[in-house]
Structures are given as C-alpha cells and as structure tokens.
C-alpha cells in the first residue's frame, strides 16, 4: 500500500522559492573584483537568477545544456547557482586551479555550452578556448565598464548587459527530482577528473542534512561565510542550505586567500560560521596571532578536506572560543558524510580523551550508510580498533561517474561506494580516518597511519605544515619520513623525541626533512602523489640496501 502524501518534487526551484518568501529580505554580501563589499537581498538575488534563466533561453541553451563557471564565490556565482539549475540546465563549475589540459577535457567531456566566468580568469579561458570548439560562447561575470579589453574569446557577452535587457518574470518548469542539478569534476590525481552528476533531489536531501544540528546547525540566525571555493563541491552545500534556512551569506570573492579580509568579514558582517579546508585557516590563525584581532561572532567552523590538525582545533576553541566542527566528504557524497558532533557521552571530556575524541572524523549524518571491509570485502566491527576500507551509501552518493570510459572499481556490484580512505569506527559511530589507501604506510607487514603522525607533528611549536609519506626502504618495505615546513628552527632529534609517548615506539619517523613549502593540489590539500614525485631521490640515512 502507497502512502497518501503529495508527490512534490525536491527540486532546488522549491528551495528557492521557500527563500523568496520566506527569507526574501535577508543579505547577500559579497567582495568581488568591481565592488569592495556588494550587498543586496535574497529577493534580489532570485530575481536576478530568474532574469539569468530568461538569459540562457534567449542565448539558445538547450533545455538540459551543461552551463561552466569559473569563478570565485560571490552573489554572480550565486545567482548561476539557481538560475541555471532552475531552469533544468546543469551548472558545471570548473576548477580554476587545474592544469590547462585537464581543464580542456573537461569543458569537452562535459559537453558545456557556455562559460560564464570572472575577468581574472580571461588568460587561462583564452588559452583553452581554441582546444574547445564546441563551447558556444563566453560570458563575463562583470559589468560593462570592466569588461576586459583586447579579448579574444569568441562569442563574448557582458553579464550585467545581458541581465539588463532581460525580464525577471520566470516560472521555473516542474521537473522529476531526479534530473541532473550541478556537474563537478574531482580533481584527479591519477588519470583523467572524473565527473560526478548531482540531481535536485541529492542537493535538496543534502542540504537538509547540513542543517541539522548536530550537522553544520543552520538557521536564519547564522551569517554564513563559505571559504571553500564554489567550484569545490558547490562550496560544501552551502549557498544551498543558506538559502533554504535563511541565514546570511557573505562571499569572500577572488580575496578568498587574504585573513585579513576574512577576519574583516566575520567581525563587519556578523559571520557565525565559516567553512574551508585547513590549508586556508593556516595564514587565519598567524594573523590573529600576530594582529590581535578578534572574530568575536564566529562561533563555528566547519574544517574538511583534509585531517583537521588536533592544534588547530585547539587554538580555535581555546584563544577565540570557536568549535571546530571537524567533518569528512568527498566530491562522491555532496560532499558530507560525517560531522564530529558532540552527544551527552561525550560532551564532558577533558585533557587527552577529549583530544582523541575531537580529531575523528565524526558521526553519519542521517541518509548517510557506513561499513568497512577488510581485504576479502567482510565486514569488520565497529570497535574503534578495526581498520578497513570505508565503504557508503545514500541519497546523496554518486551511483556511477558521468560519462565514464569504462567501469569505476569504486563503485561495487553491491551498491557500495568504496571511497578509497582506510578508516576506524566505534560503538558510537564516529569514524576516525586512517589515511587515504593509497598513502598507508606499509612497515614491515603492519600499517602505519600518516594522519596520527602529522597530528602529533603539528602540535610542535617549529611545525607550521608537514606531511608524512611512507619511502622505501631496505628493511622494513616503507618507513614514515616527516616532511616540514618550519615555523621557526627544528632540531630533528627533538622532533623526533616529540613523539616519544604520543604513538606506538615503531611508529616514529625514521627522518626529518625541511622544506620551503609543501607540493597543494587544486582544491588547497597537501598533494601525497607530487611530494613523493619530488623525494623520489630521496634514501633514508639509515637504509643500508
Ligand atoms: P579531491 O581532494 O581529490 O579534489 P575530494 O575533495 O572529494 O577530492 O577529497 C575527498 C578526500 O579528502 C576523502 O576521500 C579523504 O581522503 C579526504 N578527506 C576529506 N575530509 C577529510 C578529513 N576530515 N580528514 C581526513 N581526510 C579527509
């Protein structure tokens, strides 16, 4: 028997038009490179991306045209968010940061009709261009006046003059929720990114999900500021989830990289939560250090990507009282899959349970399905021992890669998805990541963990940044060399004493290396794959084979 319930569809049209009602006099504020702090409405903003609709229709897109972007996260980006996606179209936003290659094929693989992008991009777009015949014409996300001169895109049009000439009277069609929303390529450190193909169902289910408290807790008390670009994974579902609870959205624009600005940002404009990968709180919490300055209104902020630092969460919660809500994803998943949330268990912990509680992973959110497996695909208990390969499924898990020559491994004939991290689970759920599989440190028949020795390097005063990689070596297959970057001397010995204690005896580097500065990839994480590249030359002292 059926339920009697009505069959409305989850689209990101229904969340758009919940906010125009709703939530139609909360700001927008955004840096971007013609306006030193733009501020408009939600009602505004959806206007505009109803006009935007009117404007792909009059320049031909098809119905279900593959629409690029390449910019940084300001309220034009925004406003492509749902004038493209309401339309029916799919917004496809591109990785500025990729090698020109990559970002040729992808333009092709994905088939995108027209590229919408900011003038700082023109060089890189204008490079591409000719390797691209089938793009029907570019749009530059800018007004008139600071439209780039000289340029030799085909087709080039003035997104401001386009919208000036087009109504703002729109109805958005009524489509299955299924239909595809937003195309985002993973960054692909080994062979070809792969595209991954969100639906409006698995955005609205995930922005749900992002909201709930003891996820990023939204609500239209927040002032929201996504530092994680809006070409990584539509900026973690957050201008989705903003938009639907009515929280203030402010966007760093193409000065993403510049604490000061954020920190200008937080205490001007009331930020409560902010969300990027480590790498970007780095510089953050330096100049807060060397500044003074306060972020009195944030009192979150959501850290991912990459293994937040136990260090790092401290200085959050102990100098500026901001809790770190420390969470894992991929592109695959949305990208949330866990959030370290407190429960009533846990919330009194001091000293060191409370430190090994807080750098897990987190928690599934719900819809969110867990498992890991050993080698031979069994199951393995979740008792915090236990370590496997990190297997999900959801609503919000990509079936099948898009377009894809071939078949993925990851995506198993049981409706898994093996996400190709190595991870811990225990009793309570919170999954700890071990590393990712490919950066396991294999020592002598045992397994190493590269994130717990980064975590105990980054809490030394001298360390700014490191990685651990596993090298070869004659004895022992691999052995763990710490890779620096110094925030002042190192001692190697007393580095490597630092451990003493703090992990298993043969766990400890059998080196120290200091470098200028760590190898990042296009979405801001240390790069494991190009570190090795660059230590391929590299022997331990101690190797004797
Ligand atoms: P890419 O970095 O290749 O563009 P993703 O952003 O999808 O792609 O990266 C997903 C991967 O990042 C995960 O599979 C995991 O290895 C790593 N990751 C994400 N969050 C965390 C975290 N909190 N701790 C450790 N690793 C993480």
Redesign the pocket.
């Known amino acids: 028997m059926l339920g009697l319930m009505m069959d409305r569809q989850l689209t990101l049209a229904t969340l758009a038009r919940h906010a125009e009602r709703n939530h139609a006099r909360r700001e927008v504020v955004s840096v971007t490179a013609d306006h030193d702090r733009h501020r408009y409405t939600f009602a505004e903003a959806l206007s505009r991306a109803r006009r935007l609709s009117n404007v792909l229709t009059r320049l031909g897109a098809a119905d279900d045209a593959r629409i690029a972007t390449m910019a940084w996260n300001d309220f034009r980006h925004l406003e492509l968010y749902f004038g493209v996606s309401c339309s029916g179209r799919v917004l496809h936003t591109i990785n500025p940061r990729l090698f020109a290659e990559q970002l040729s094929y992808i333009v092709n693989h994905a088939d995108d009709e027209w590229i919408f992008f900011d003038i700082a991009f023109t060089a890189i777009l204008e490079k591409i261009a000719p390797l691209c015949p089938r793009v029907k014409g570019y749009v530059a996300m800018t007004s008139q006046a600071h439209m780039p001169a000289h340029c030799t895109l085909p087709n080039l049009h003035c997104y401001e003059t386009l919208l000036a000439h087009e109504s703002d009277q729109c109805e958005w069609p009524e489509f299955d929720e299924r239909r595809a929303s937003s195309l985002c390529y993973?960054?692909?450190?080994t062979g070809h990114p792969k595209g991954v193909l969100y639906s409006h169902r698995s955005t609205v289910l995930h922005s749900y999900a992002l909201a709930l408290p003891d996820s990023a807790n939204l609500s239209a008390l927040d002032g929201i500021l996504p530092v994680v670009p809006m070409f990584?994974?539509n900026a973690w579902g957050y201008p989705y989830a903003g938009m639907m609870v009515g929280a203030k959205l402010v966007f760093p624009g193409h000065r993403l990289s510049s604490p000061e600005l954020l920190v200008d940002l937080i205490s001007e404009e009331g930020v409560t939560i902010a969300g990027g990968v480590p790498t970007v709180w780095l510089p953050l919490l330096d100049y807060l250090r060397s500044s003074g300055r306060s972020i009195a209104p944030l009192n979150r902020t959501v850290?991912?990507?990459?293994?937040?630092p136990l260090a790092m969460i401290e200085e959050f919660r102990d100098k500026h009282g901001v809790a770190v809500l420390?969470?894992?994803?991929?592109?695959?998943m949305s990208?949330v899959g866990v959030v370290n949330s407190p429960t009533s268990a846990n919330i009194c912990l001091t000293g060191e349970a409370l430190a090994a509680q807080v750098v897990k992973?987190g928690r599934a959110l719900p819809g969110v399905e867990l498992k890991i497996t050993d080698d031979d695909n069994r199951e393995l208990p979740w008792d915090g021992e236990s370590f496997g390969a990190l297997k999900v499924r959801g609503p919000w898990i990509c079936s099948e890669y898009y377009r894809l020559d071939g078949v993925s491994q990851a995506h198993g004939a049981d409706g898994w998805f093996d996400?190709?991290?190595v991870a811990t689970i225990d009793a309570d759920g919170y999954v700890k990541?071990t590393d990712?599989a490919k950066d396991v440190i294999k020592s002598g028949g045992e397994w190493i963990s590269s994130?717990d020795l980064e975590n105990v390097a980054m809490s030394h005063p001298a360390v700014r940044e490191c990685a651990v990689v596993g090298m070869g070596h004659g004895k022992w297959q691999e052995r763990p060399l710490l890779v620096v970057v110094a925030a002042q001397a190192i001692d190697k010995a007393e580095l490597l004493n630092w451990f003493e204690g703090k992990v298993a005896k043969w766990w400890i580097p059998n080196d120290v290396l200091e470098v200028e500065s760590l190898p990042h990839?296009?979405?801001g994480?240390i790069s494991k794959l190009e570190l090795r590249r660059q230590l391929s030359a590299y022997r331990f002292p101690d190797d004797q084979a």
């Open positions: 993973t960054s692909g450190t990584h994974v850290i991912g990507g990459s293994a937040c420390h969470g894992w994803g991929m592109t695959e990208p992973q996400t190709g991290d990541i990712r994130l990839t296009a979405t994480k």
